[in-house]
């Protein structure tokens, strides 16, 4: 009784400690194991980042290479070489309208001038030269009326606008009107001046040999046949052209316009 005392505490002493190591095991085991898993979760992690990042590299060196290579780099000096050329053309526009408008403005200052220095010729009563016959207007109307002046003028205006449209339909009422005026012929002039600022050449021309037949006297008609040459020359006629300049220089042989024939006739 008194051994069964003294040995049956140690027993069970020995066998709580037994249990309590063996519980203290398997939290140990699970421990490890916890920490085992989520390493590998980690590294696991750790790989697909680094395996994504790989693939960044490679797909941005890909493109690189694309990018450095020597056909898109050719097509883009191409690209820059043509938007070079497209900025050169715009500015060479740029020139050749402004030109086009200067001497533009100078034809018309030019045709002003003249007709003026015309106007003056036919007002005064002075002999004809020996290639022009003596004018067909009568002396009695050497000077131009109050009205025909001003419907003149008033044309003449249009013409300076660069209206050609109204400056041929005012000059041509006015022949209409006044048939017998010394700016008759003026006016027809100025129809066909106007015709061909228009580029209706072959009206230039039906407008020139209109004064030339119904106006054989008047001092415009040199400048009307070397306009209808201009016309001529124009639409590509080139033989018609260079016969009229011929006759014109040999019927007015000391007139401005048979210079201007002749300076023409050189160059062709």
């Keep these: 009784m008194l051994r069964r005392r003294l040995f049956g505490r140690p027993r069970t002493a020995v066998a709580c400690a037994a249990l309590l190591l063996a519980m203290t095991a398997h939290v140990a085991r699970a421990g490890i194991f916890d920490d085992d898993e989520a390493r ?58 402004n030109d086009i408008d200067q001497q533009q403005k100078r034809q018309k200052d030019l045709y002003v001038d003249l007709d003026t220095r015309l106007r003056k010729i036919e007002s005064m009563p002075a002999a004809p ?19 025909e002046q001003k419907a003149y003028d008033a044309a003449l205006d249009q013409f300076k606008r660069a209206d050609y449209t109204g400056a041929i339909g005012s000059f041509g009422a006015f022949v209409k009107t006044y048939p017998q005026s010394p700016l008759a012929a003026s006016a027809q002039y100025w129809v066909g001046n106007a015709q ?31 306009n209808v040459a201009s016309a001529q020359s124009e639409l590509g006629d080139n033989a018609s052209a260079r016969k009229t ?10 007139s401005e316009a048979t210079t201007k024939a002749k300076q023409r006739l050189a160059i062709r």
Excluded: H, W
């Design 245 to 254: 300049l011929e006759d014109l220089i040999a019927r007015y042989p000391s």
């Design 129 to 147: 030269a020996a290639d022009v016959a003596p004018p067909a207007v009568p002396a009695a109307n050497a000077a131009p009326g109050p009205g």
């Design 196 to 226: 061909f600022a228009r580029r209706d050449f072959r009206a230039a021309i039906a407008a020139q040999r209109t004064l030339i037949q119904q106006y054989p006297d008047s001092p415009k008609v040199p400048d009307a046949m070397l």
């Design 40 to 97: 590998r979760k980690i590294e696991s992690t750790d790989a697909r980042v680094t395996q994504v990042q790989r693939d960044l590299d490679a797909r941005l060196s890909v493109i690189e290479q694309q990018l450095k290579s020597q056909g898109l780099l050719d097509l883009f000096n191409q690209v820059e070489q043509l938007k070079a050329d497209i900025a050169r053309l715009r500015g060479q526009v740029e020139v050749l309208t």
